[in-house]
């Protein structure tokens, strides 16, 4: 696979869910993750109501901005649930180089949501060495969300063509 295959499509952003601005300070919450301080706002939160693989327990979530500028195209998913539970994501647009429009549009599809009120995460895992920092994301397990309901389900997709640790360049 070259990089032209790897790297995102388009902005590399979706239509994230918006969550409603909170009408004071008092109604948001600065945690302290392992990537750095986030603002969480609990109320109208990103609900998998299946909680996530391996993760049946967590059912709440919220997406913040990344904490570093520099992997700015990033978001993450902060559990309400666990505040010390948070994943790096990578938006992604229907039409991306990773996982083709067709499976993408035969899930919605399953997942009862129109294709216009998708938003599409994919989860990242950082894979560090001595000489470099590596990123893969899960294309066969990507997180749909329909963003006027705010329901989010992970999917796992039912053939091989996707792997677990997809590589992806920055």
Do not use: W
């Not at 000489?131 to 992970?154: D, M």
């Amino acid at each position: 696979m070259n990089k032209q295959e790897m790297r995102m499509t388009g902005s590399g952003t979706a239509a994230m869910p918006p969550q409603a601005m909170p009408k004071d300070a008092n109604e948001t919450e600065v945690v302290d993750t392992r990537f750095g301080k986030v603002t969480v706002y609990r109320k109208n939160p990103v609900v998998f109501p299946n909680g996530l693989l391996g993760m049946p327990d967590k059912f709440e979530f919220c997406l913040t901005k990344f904490p570093s500028e520099k992997l700015a195209r990033f978001k993450l998913l902060q559990s309400l649930d666990d505040l010390e539970l948070s994943f790096i994501t990578l938006p992604v647009e229907m039409d991306n180089a990773i996982i083709d429009k067709a499976d993408i549009q035969t899930a919605c599809k399953d997942l009862e949501i129109k294709a216009d009120d998708l938003s599409m995460l994919l989860i990242v895992t950082v894979h560090r060495t001595s000489n470099a920092v590596r990123l893969s994301v899960n294309a066969r397990a990507p997180i749909f969300i329909n963003t006027p309901r705010r329901i989010a389900t992970q999917y796992v997709f039912h053939n091989n063509k996707y792997q677990i640790q997809h590589m992806i360049t920055m």
